[in-house]
């Protein structure tokens, strides 16, 4: 209740007071977290990714991973230009990490990159990218958004505990594709509506979570049939040139790499309901199915309909799939433009990520005190594990099935609530906010 109340008090304008006073503080307060968390936190997940990345700083190997080749390459590139502020550090990284079915080991991961002399430094400069995108995303979405609405909107996103645990202490590199997400939805909200496609299709490629976003942008932004068709058309081509240029150079699919090989698109059909003769429906599949298709009857456009269309997307998306934690921040940037009017919202928001820290404990140490191994591998490494001490007092199953139920459940309930209040007026009726200040300005 505490933030809830602070973000209630925060003021209505951003030049109440002083001017920009409110905002300043929270710039300040989501870059000093990020400085405090990211030196001293991360996950096994980054030392995977920077290893198949020094296989093409320190021995020119840079397509020895083509799965999510897009992110791949910027983590090559990244490494390659940060190398000469990590001495010694050509021996950190696991020789196998690009080794597909075995990947980087937790041994090499606890024995050669934790025992780094210039471990801070290093887990700084290795995260300085994602701090980057969440800062850029927080500047994109105070752009989206009345001057009354910066400050709430800014520290939903900036001071969120399911973006810093993400970004700053797991360290994953999803915040860089919600940046260029953040910046297609803005692009388009100012009339750009190609290069908003353009940067949602870079999105897709760098991470498949946008793929889902991409038929309500053609249906929000297109102006004519021809239009969506030629709209859908350089998606494609931007998929197609990714594909075609990984092909051409490495001889595998991506594509086909990433829906044989990727276990994480297997998630998304988690949950089904069995039939006759082992035929299943497949929850996720068809509820958005279902959604798509009752945004395309009601034929709604422009910015708002897109904003609460995401939303409620992604908040079905990890109500009906399985996911890991972190992935949870794509709940976050729909969410802080559709919820900051509503304290009951937000509210029901901070008891999402408060339900995401529990359900965190099924991964036991991995997720919870083992992320803390920087600032002392052997004294983290004897803390007791997390859901060991759970299921000595519940059984585990069932106190992780309650949590995720109660999430499914807030996640759901909040969809609904977001789709029936707003920007879900047919086309005729619309009047986004960002687009009648663009109209406004000429």
């Avoid at 800014?154 to 202490?169: E, G, H, K, M, R």
């Avoid at 081509?237 to 594909?243: F, G, H």
């Avoid at 399985?322 to 509503?342: E, S």
Wanted: hydrophobic share 55%; charged share 15%.
């Amino acid at each position: 209740m505490g933030v809830t109340t602070a973000l209630r008090r925060l003021p209505a304008r951003s030049g109440s007071g002083r001017p920009g006073a409110g905002l300043a503080a929270i710039w300040a307060a989501g870059i000093l977290l990020r400085l405090i968390l990211a030196p001293f936190t991360t996950h096994l997940d980054l030392y995977h990714v920077y290893s198949r990345a020094a296989e093409a700083a320190y021995h020119g190997h840079w397509f020895v991973w083509t799965s999510q080749l897009a992110i791949q390459m910027l983590h090559n590139a990244w490494l390659f230009l940060i190398k000469p502020l990590l001495p010694g550090a050509a021996g950190i990284w696991s020789p196998s990490a690009a080794v597909l079915g075995l990947g980087a080991q937790p041994l090499e991961f606890r024995e050669l990159f934790l025992h780094y002399p210039h471990l801070p430094r290093a887990l700084l400069l290795l995260k300085l990218p994602y701090l980057v995108a969440d800062l850029g995303t927080g500047y994109l979405l105070t752009r989206l958004v009345a001057p009354a609405r910066r400050a709430r909107v800014l520290a939903l996103w900036l001071l969120n505990p399911i973006v810093l645990y993400t970004s700053a202490v797991f360290g994953r590199h999803d915040s860089i594709a919600v940046l260029l997400v953040v910046g297609s939805l803005l692009a388009a909200s100012r009339g750009r509506r190609y290069l908003g496609m353009a940067l949602l299709g870079l999105g897709a490629v760098t991470r498949f979570f946008p793929f889902f976003l991409a038929p309500f942008f053609l249906l929000a932004y297109r102006r004519s049939r021809r239009d969506l068709a030629v709209m859908a058309g350089g998606l494609a081509a931007v998929w197609l040139l990714v594909e075609v240029t990984a092909l051409a150079v490495t001889g595998t699919s991506p594509t086909l790499t990433l829906l044989s090989q990727y276990q994480h698109v297997e998630y998304l059909t988690d949950l089904a309901l069995s039939l006759r003769f082992g035929d299943q429906l497949f929850l996720f599949p068809l509820a958005y199915a279902l959604f798509l298709l009752w945004y395309y009857e009601r034929a709604l456009q422009g910015t708002e309909a897109y904003i609460v269309a995401g939303a409620g997307m992604f908040l079905g998306m990890f109500a009906l799939t399985f996911f890991h934690p972190p992935y949870a921040v794509w709940l976050v940037p729909f969410l802080a433009l559709t919820i900051d009017r509503d304290g009951r919202l937000i509210a029901f928001h901070l008891g999402q990520a408060v339900l995401l820290g529990l359900f965190a404990l099924h991964w036991g140490t991995q997720m919870t005190t083992d992320l803390f191994l920087p600032l002392d591998p052997q004294g983290i490494a004897r803390l007791p594990d997390p859901k060991t001490i759970l299921a000595a007092q519940v059984p585990a199953p069932l106190f992780l099935g309650v949590v995720r139920s109660l999430f499914t459940a807030l996640s759901l309930w909040m969809a609904y609530r977001i789709v029936r209040g707003g920007g879900t007026r047919p086309v005729e009726k619309m009047e986004p906010i960002v687009d009648r200040e663009v109209e406004a300005r000429g």
